[in-house]
C-alpha cells in the first residue's frame, strides 16, 4: 500500500508540470532562486541563525532526558520489582517509598463466599 500511494503522489506531481518550453525555463528559475535562497538564509541573518542554534541545543537536550526519562519508566513497570523512581528525598528522610499496592489482607479477602452447608452431600 506505501508503494502504491508513492507512486500516485509521483504521477500527480509529475501530472502538474507544465508542458511548454517556455513555463518549463519559468518554473526552473523559480526553483532555482528559491533553493538558493533558502540555502543563503544563514549569510543573509546570522543572529537568527545563532539563536536557533542555541534552542536547538536546549531542544536536543530536554528531548534525550524526556526519552531516558520514559526508557527508565518503561523498564522500572516492566520489571515488576515496585521500585520508585523518585529520588530519596521525595520519600522522605529514613522512611522508604511507598509500595504500588495499598490493600490488606482484610481488603483482598471476598465479602461473601455464599451458603457454606453440605448437609445433602
Known amino acids: 500500500m506505501p508503494f502504491f500511494r508513492t507512486v500516485l503522489v509521483l504521477a500527480i506531481g509529475i501530472a502538474v508540470l507544465p508542458s511548454e ?46 526519552g531516558k526519562l520514559a526508557y527508565d519508566v518503561a523498564q522500572s513497570s516492566a520489571s515488576g520489582d515496585g521500585t520508585s523512581l523518585a529520588p530519596a528525598s521525595f520519600a522522605g528522610e529514613g522512611r522508604s517509598a511507598p509500595t504500588r499496592s ?3 489482607r482484610d481488603d483482598l479477602r471476598p465479602a461473601w463466599r455464599g451458603a457454606s452447608s453440605r448437609q445433602g452431600i
Open 21 to 66: 518550453k517556455a513555463q518549463q525555463d519559468r518554473l526552473y528559475e523559480q526553483a532555482s532562486a528559491a533553493v538558493y535562497w533558502t540555502a543563503t538564509f544563514c549569510d543573509r541573518n546570522a543572529q537568527t541563525c545563532v539563536n536557533a542554534s542555541t534552542l536547538w541545543d536546549a531542544f536536543l537536550k530536554k528531548a534525550e532526558f524526556a
Open 102 to 104: 495499598t490493600l490488606t
